[in-house]
């Protein structure tokens, strides 16, 4: 009997929370949803890889969509090919057929414009060389759970096949992205390339009208000059005084998602909070954000950025994929005559102003007094954190922001 009533309970429960939510939450299978965290997991890794290189400025990755590309190396891999993508996704236990269909349930979810209320353009390709010959069964499925199209280029002529990658970006991009690469190092793999376009569109916009020109302090001596956008508003923060840090979430438009950001409280290299950026800490740091008066000043430029992920995917446990003498991509041109020789993770991200009519009842009000300030003039780490998936849907850090230099008076 009291368990009848408790199941009631149970569920008189789930259907008071359901019915208090703004929309009905489409809820993610059980293997997308292991994807969804373990894709999220794999960020910081991939993330603190690419952080501790050399002349890495700008930092723009999206684990989602570093998923899928993965989930096509399962795709047209065979054996440990293939199976090594299962391990660094945290996957083993989910059947093939399952990591395909649930990446493809997963990205579609979180980058569904209508639902969204952003803008984020995503083109997949694959380039192979003049030599190879796609598998019609590979062609299909890739087109159905990753939307990556197929071309083959001729490498060797180095020149035309720069262009023609960049020409394919820049239209898929609406122009948005003009170069993913300069070079082609590797003239005799397959090339895995994703080509963005993201533009949050705020759940409250920020005034048109309040954009200036500041100073953005690179580091130490080296300011460069761009526009500025403001607006205070009420905003999940966290003064974090022992790690000297502050957090600021914005939610974009239906809140759906919402952008974390990172800042130090002075101007430093990012090496010192990157250490810190695990899942674990970033889980206590938005359990502890508070809703908080907030005046908020964030740059209003766009970044360009392109990444090759190949060595880092090699260094994360795709160490077969990536190695000519090793690599198993039979399932991809009937014969073992390929490997993964690059993968330009590309994107541009557009910060602007544009959000839904803003709640303008509390201005004027106590609710607004004496705001925090968040002034984003020096180099910050930020991510787009999804609310039902909590997948991550771009990670990044802005160091050197588009700007002529200014002189320095200090
Ligand atoms: C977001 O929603 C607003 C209001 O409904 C609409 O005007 C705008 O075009 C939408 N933007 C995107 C990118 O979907
Ligand atoms: C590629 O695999 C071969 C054969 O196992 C190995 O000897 C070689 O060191 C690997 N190359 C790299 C770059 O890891
Ligand atoms: C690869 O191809 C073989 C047949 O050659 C097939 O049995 C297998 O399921 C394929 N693997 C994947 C991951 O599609």
């Not at 280029?153 to 970006?169: G, L, P, T």
């Not at 090339?191 to 569109?201: E, L, R, S, V």
């Not at 000059?225 to 607006?231: E, F, N």
Request: glycine share 4%.
């Amino acid at each position: 009997m009291w368990v009848q009533s408790l199941m009631a309970l149970v569920l008189l429960s789930t259907s008071a929370s359901a019915a208090t939510s703004a929309s009905p939450k489409k809820v993610l299978s059980k293997h997308a949803t292991i994807l969804a965290d373990n894709s999220a997991k794999f960020a910081f890794s991939l993330y603190q890889k690419m952080a501790k290189e050399k002349d890495v400025e700008n930092i723009l990755i999206s684990p989602v969509v570093v998923a899928s590309s993965l989930g096509l190396v399962a795709l047209g891999g065979k054996a440990s090919t293939a199976s090594q993508v299962k391990n660094i996704l945290n996957a083993a236990k989910v059947k093939d057929d399952q990591l395909h269909s649930g990446l493809a349930e997963l990205l579609s979810e979180v980058s569904d414009p209508k639902t969204r209320n952003v803008t984020w353009k995503i083109s997949n390709r694959l380039y192979g060389p003049s030599s190879v010959t796609f598998v019609d069964e590979f062609v299909k499925s890739s087109q159905k759970h990753y939307n990556c199209d197929h071309s083959k280029i001729n490498f060797r002529d180095k020149k035309s096949a720069v262009n023609s990658i960049n020409e394919w970006a820049s239209k898929s991009t609406d122009g948005k992205l003009s170069e993913v690469t300069k070079d082609v190092e590797k003239a005799d793999g397959a090339m895995i390339i994703n080509a963005m376009f993201f533009k949050p569109h705020w759940n409250e916009q920020f005034h048109h009208k309040m954009v200036d020109n500041r100073g953005f302090v690179v580091s130490r001596g080296y300011t460069v000059s761009l526009q500025m956008m403001h607006r205070t508003g009420l905003y999940g923060f966290l003064d974090d005084k022992t790690n000297k840090l502050s957090i600021l979430s914005i939610p974009l438009a239906h809140k759906k998602s919402t952008v974390v950001f990172f800042m130090p409280h002075h101007v430093e290299s990012l090496e010192r909070l990157e250490k810190l950026l695990t899942q674990k800490q970033l889980d206590k740091w938005m359990g502890a954000l508070k809703q908080t008066a907030v005046a908020v000043s964030l740059p209003k430029v766009s970044m360009e950025v392109s990444h090759n992920l190949q060595k880092h995917l090699g260094e994360l446990g795709l160490t077969d994929a990536v190695n000519k003498s090793k690599a198993d991509f039979s399932n991809m041109s009937g014969k073992k005559d390929l490997y993964l020789s690059s993968v330009l993770h590309a994107s541009a991200l557009e910060w602007d102003t544009d959000g839904n009519e803003m709640d303008t009842s509390i201005f004027g009000t106590d609710k607004l007094k004496d705001p925090k300030l968040f002034y984003a003039d020096h180099p910050f780490i930020f991510l787009v954190k999804d609310k039902s998936t909590k997948s991550i849907l771009f990670l990044g850090r802005m160091v050197r922001p588009k700007g002529d230099k200014i002189r320095d008076e200090l």
